[in-house]
């Protein structure tokens, strides 16, 4: 389970994520269209989520 915040937060990042993709323009502009102030509060955002999932099995696996 997940607080609302959290939730409010996944879909976020992943609409941004799905623009990043997509090529739709600087991050400054993704980031007003998910909802941040900024593209560094944006690209902070993405990088604690990143940390957060951890390495894939397969590279941890491949580390070792």
Known sequence: QC???QFVRARRLAAARRLRASGQGPLQAIAEAVGY???SALAYALRREH???GRPVAA???AH
């Open 51 to 53: 940390e957060r999932r």
């Open 60 to 62: 941890r696996a491949a």
């Open 37 to 39: 102030a900024s593209a």
């Open 3 to 5: 607080t609302p915040m």
